[in-house]
């Protein structure tokens, strides 16, 4: 059993709107508002980084979920599946 590798993907989007964006939009609300909408869909850029063990585990957790989520322990090993 083997240390558990994820990845953390960072995205910026710029937007162009006559109107200040509400802090409680959506992702899927904002680029709807930029296919169909009042919005102007600019330049993305994504980072990314790898993510290993604990590491791993304290990004999820960050993110309010739970590292079993990718078959992983408290300390980031990799959980094996019953069969």
């Not at 079993?68 to 980031?76: L, V």
Request: glycine residues 8%.
């Amino acid at each position: 059993m083997g240390k558990k590798k994820i990845y953390k993907t960072k995205i910026t989007l710029v937007v162009l709107s006559e109107e200040e964006i509400p802090e409680t939009s959506t992702l899927g609300s904002i680029l709807d508002e930029c296919d169909d909408g009042h919005y102007i869909m600019g330049k993305v850029d994504a980072v990314t980084k790898e993510k290993i063990g604990k590491d791993a585990v304290n990004e999820i957790t960050e993110c309010g979920s739970d590292p079993e989520f990718f078959m992983m322990d408290t300390q980031g090993n990799e959980i094996e599946e019953e069969i």
